[in-house]
T-cell receptor, first 114, second 110 residues
Framework: NAGVTQTPKFQVLKTGQSMTLQCAQD?????MYWYRQDPGMGLRLIYY???????DKGEVPNGYNVSRLNKREFSLRLESAAPSQTSVYFC?????????????FGPGTRLTVL | KQEVTQIPAALSVPEGENLVLNCSFT??????LQWFRQDPGKGLTSLLL?????REQTSGRLNASLDKSSGRSTLYIAASQPGDSATYLC?????????FGRGTSLIVHP
């Protein structure tokens, strides 16, 4: 039981390049989330998926796209990276919103856009 | 829109003190509230989850309380230790979107 895994752990991009951040969970959770964490800003929700086949925008979706590939996997894509997207990205999963279970977080991806 | 505020933003205490970290939220229609710990350069680790119908949860030296009517939660840390040094975040879950506070950065010095 690996919990929530994210790849890659670190990435450096040039402005305009694209990349996909991968996330997978093995806990059979319905809900999955992508957050970004910036100094002084706390955790901000980018996109979420309440169940397989559905995705919705969070607080800061501009410049990102997501895919809920199946129940296990939820990927985040930057189509044309900008320096403002330099951040630490966390994926999380949750059984469902009313669950007594906790949210589980991945270890994060540290992205720098030059 | 739900807003979550954590006070204080930073705290530095000597080892052995009992601590209270505060979390307030604006919308009381929540499913549960969760406290996390984050070490520098690491992900978030869940400490305690309080369901909306509960008043408190305890784990070891940690005790979290919830008062939905006043929109407040507190995390009590007893007999603090240097290993407790980290950032503590609270998250409120109402609907599908969890809302996080900005955290309290705690340093416990020997």
């Amino acid at each position: 039981n690996a919990g929530v895994t994210q790849t890659p752990k670190f990435q450096v991009l040039k402005t305009g390049q694209s990349m996909t951040l991968q996330c997978a969970q093995d806990m059979n959770h319905n809900s999955m989330y992508w957050y970004r964490q910036d100094p002084g800003m706390g955790l901000r929700l980018i996109y979420y998926s309440a169940s397989e086949g559905t995705t919705d925008k969070g607080e800061v979706p501009n410049g990102y796209n997501v895919s809920r590939l199946n129940k296990r996997e939820f990927s985040l894509r930057l189509e044309s990276a900008a320096p403002s997207q330099t951040s630490v990205y966390f994926c999380a999963s949750h059984l469902d919103r009313g669950s007594t279970d906790t949210q589980y977080f991945g270890p994060g991806t540290r992205l720098t856009v030059l | 829109k739900q807003e979550v505020t954590q006070i204080p933003a930073a705290l530095s205490v000597p080892e052995g003190e009992n601590l209270v970290l505060n979390c307030s939220f604006t919308d009381s229609a929540i499913y549960n509230l969760q406290w996390f710990r984050q070490d520098p350069g690491k992900g978030l680790t869940s400490l305690l989850l309080i369901q909306s119908s509960q008043r408190e949860q305890t784990s070891g030296r940690l005790n979290a309380s919830l008062d939905k009517s006043s929109g407040r939660s507190t995390l009590y840390i007893a007999a603090s230790q240097p290993g407790d040094s980290a950032t503590y975040l609270c998250a409120v879950i109402g609907g599908y979107i969890p809302t996080f506070g900005r955290g309290t950065s705690l340093i416990v010095h020997p």
